[in-house]
């Protein structure tokens, strides 16, 4: 019994020295698993500890994530819709008060009945509400198009990995460009339109500044210097008075109504024209990526067929082994 115990001592006595040794060497191997994780058949496996902690290569971090991330943003698209929504908001909101101005205008100055200048409100009236309607539809067909560019960025980023490319999802594509086509010229001739009463509004206040230096321009009599606006149609030649001249002319300039209209025609104008700078700017986008879907759907015909002339060339070497097995 004594012997025993001795030994049992002398055991126990070494026993830390041998967990020390025997985890060292673990934590070792569980190293060179960490660094190297494509060596799997090594018979030891790291052992964790309490101590461990996961590194900067075993989980990609918060910038990694971040750089992925924005790396699949369409920025073209982005860029686009960003200009797109401020030419539509531009032209909606400041040719909607810029028409009521105009109204005012002729009312009070051009046209004193009001059965005369009845069809020009009905029609100004009628060009609010399809002004509302413009920017409704502008701005969830903006949304429309840039989720169309996150779907083909993604589509091209894994051009050579495993994504898909569906026939239906060429076929909207399509769509979009043909009528994102239509749309951009749509708004080449309403960028035309609204150059109209830009044209008015400067004709009217360039007459407004003859006549406060007549002497500079060579004008002899004030009062015969005149603007009519029937013969822009817009109100009909029987309208009463629809002539103004003179001191009544440079009085309707300095109102806030003719000042307020002049400078908001011409941003509804330029918001026109960035909405047509925008729209195609979009058709690009959209075509290059029709493009490159086109292409991403002809690597994964490509690849099909590879792979299935690789399936059928392997069960041909598998059935001819099998007939060489059974004639041996």
Known sequence: MLIIESLLEKDTDSLPLKLAVNSRAEMEIGRYHWMYPGSKNHQYRPVPTLGDRAGPLSSPGCFECCIK????????????????????????????????????????????NTSDHALLSEVIQLMQYVIYGIASFFFLYGI??????????????????????????????????FLTYVLGVAWLGVFGFSAVPVFMFYNIWSTC?????PQSNGTSGVEQICVDVRQY??????AFP?????????????TNEFYMSYHLFIVACAGAGA??????????????????????????AYRA????????????????????????
């Open 275 to 300: 909405t047509v700078i925008a729209l195609i700017h979009f058709l690009m986008i959209l075509s290059s990526n029709w493009a490159y879907l086109k292409d991403a759907s002809k690597v994964q």
């Open 305 to 328: 067929m590879k792979a299935k002339e690789e399936q059928e060339l392997q069960d041909i070497q598998s059935r001819s082994k099998e007939q060489l097995n059974s004639y041996t």
């Open 233 to 238: 149609g817009i109100i009909p030649w029987n």
């Open 209 to 213: 500044e003859v006549i406060k230096s």
């Open 69 to 112: 991330c924005l790396g699949g943003v369409p920025y073209a698209s982005l860029v686009a819709t960003i200009l797109c929504f401020s030419g539509v908001a531009l032209f909606c909101g400041c040719g909607h008060v810029a028409l009521a101005g105009t109204v005012a205008i002729l009312e009070q100055h051009f046209s004193t």
């Open 144 to 177: 429309i198009l840039l989720a169309e560019g996150f779907y083909t960025t993604s589509a091209v980023k894994e051009l050579h990995g495993e994504f898909k490319t569906t026939a239906c999802g060429r076929c909207i594509s399509g769509m979009f460009v």
């Open 242 to 254: 629809g002539k103004i001249c003179g001191s009544a002319l440079e009085n309707i300039c300095n």
